[in-house]
């Protein structure tokens, strides 16, 4: 269950897929809320989202912990 335009691509593709395409989905959906946000303060939450939804699992960050870590130094 779930909307396609969350998936991860390696979710797409039918490979095995890891934590990181939770990650994936958490910063499409962080996107979706952000869109009509025109705040400066959420310049720094659409990097993380756009950190989050990176296409190639290496480039997300490694689990939900470093995730939050970023949140944090926002």
């Known amino acids: ?10 979710q797409k593709e039918g490979v095995v897929i890891d ?3 939770d990650l994936f989905a958490a910063g499409r959906i962080l996107s979706l809320m952000l869109r009509n946000c025109g705040d400066a ?3 720094d939450l ?3 989202a ?3 939804s990176q296409p190639l699992p290496q480039d997300r960050p490694e689990n939900a ?4 870590q970023m949140l944090g130094g926002l």
Do not use: N, V
């Open 1 to 10: 269950a779930g909307h396609p335009d969350f998936a991860a691509p390696e």
């Open 41 to 43: 303060e959420a310049i």
């Open 19 to 21: 934590h990181r395409a």
């Open 46 to 48: 659409h990097a993380l």
């Open 50 to 52: 756009g950190r989050l």
């Open 65 to 68: 912990k470093a995730a939050l």
